[in-house]
């Protein structure tokens, strides 16, 4: 009994380091309420600020894409026991994040700055969109699992954990990646882009751009022809007009 409410707490802690690093991040992106913004810290050489803030977002890139491989899963889960294995994985990106937003160094050099209040707000507007498609996408497909609750929920029930099968709801008929979509409109709709947010805004791009490769080739091994078919129907980010209608729901039957 010990065990398995540890391995809850475990879950509860990690999901909720998982929710305040996306709400700072959120604040951080848009420059309001948060104590430090993506502009904000002492100046420094350009040079430098470019240095540590490219290292900084190659850590989560490399903590993210490895701790997601299969072949590092088996090799985690001789070390820590199942149940915890997606916690433990959100908690570590949660931690990056934070070091992240912590020593971010600013380049607050404008690039673009768009003053007629009716695009501002249109541009706001499409920035909380794109993270409101984001987060929807993760309850598309199981919030609750995405972060690791799931799985200690049903430690601590002493149940079996069972991942849902193959499926393309809402969202996912239209686009193989709505997460990555809104975090891509997220980025990049601002009325406001400095030279630091730029360097962000393209840096996470490339990342997504690549990592989602990997992601797809890992489907394609699990999944097979399914998921093959599914690729070859619907595109990766942007939706075309037929897409998703020709695409059935599939079960974990198929």
Known sequence: MTARIAALAYGVIAYLAFLASLDFTVLFLAGVVVPKTVDDGPAGPAWLAVVVNLALLSLFAVQHSVMARPWFKRAWTRVVPPA????????AASAVVGLLLWQWRPLPDEVWSVDASWARALLWAGQAAGWGIAVVSTFLLGH???FGLQQVIARWRSTPY??????TPSLYRYVRHPLMTG?????WCTPDMSAGRLLFAATA????LVAVRFEERDLRAQLGEPYIDYADQVPRFVPRVTSGLAVPERSRTD
Not at 183 to 187: D, G, R, T
Not at 205 to 208: L, M
């Open 205 to 208: 791009s490339a990342y997504i």
């Open 183 to 187: 975090f891509l409109i997220a980025f």
């Open 162 to 167: 069972r991942e849902d099968g193959f499926r």
């Open 84 to 91: 915890i294995e997606r916690s433990t994985y959100v908690l």
């Open 144 to 146: 609750f699992d995405l």
